[in-house]
């Protein structure tokens, strides 16, 4: 088994301030008969106190296909897309959607 720690530097999603993500990647794990990457990741916010750990399997083939692509380009849209995920359910809107329901602009 092949296993590597990685420490990026990362914003607390609570308060902003600066820190850093460690993850630790293992593999192939085998789980019922899947060769998986089993990824492990936690955060420590030394200003708040904010904290955030867990962890996932990944299928190794899915990983191993897509890894020209784990490049910031990627990493921003990534980003975006999951920002939009979330905000979407809270029924935010934005730009002629917003000016619209709220009345702006008439």
Do not use: Q, W
Not at 54 to 59: A, K, N, R, S
Not at 81 to 93: F, N, Q, R
Request: charged share 25%; net charge negative; glycine share 10%.
């Amino acid at each position: 088994m092949e296993s590597r720690s990685i420490r990026r530097p990362a914003l607390c999603p609570a308060c902003g301030a600066p820190g850093f993500y460690n993850y630790e990647l293992k593999g192939p794990v085998d789980r019922e008969g899947n060769r998986l990457l089993e990824i492990s990741y936690s955060f420590k916010c030394e200003v708040c106190g904010y904290e955030d750990s867990g962890g996932l399997y990944i299928p190794l083939d899915a990983v191993y296909r897509i890894r020209h692509l784990l490049v910031p380009e990627a990493l921003a849209l990534v980003e975006r897309v999951k920002v939009i995920t979330d905000v979407a359910p809270l029924g935010v809107k934005a730009g002629s959607e917003a000016s619209a329901t709220t009345g702006e602009g008439h």
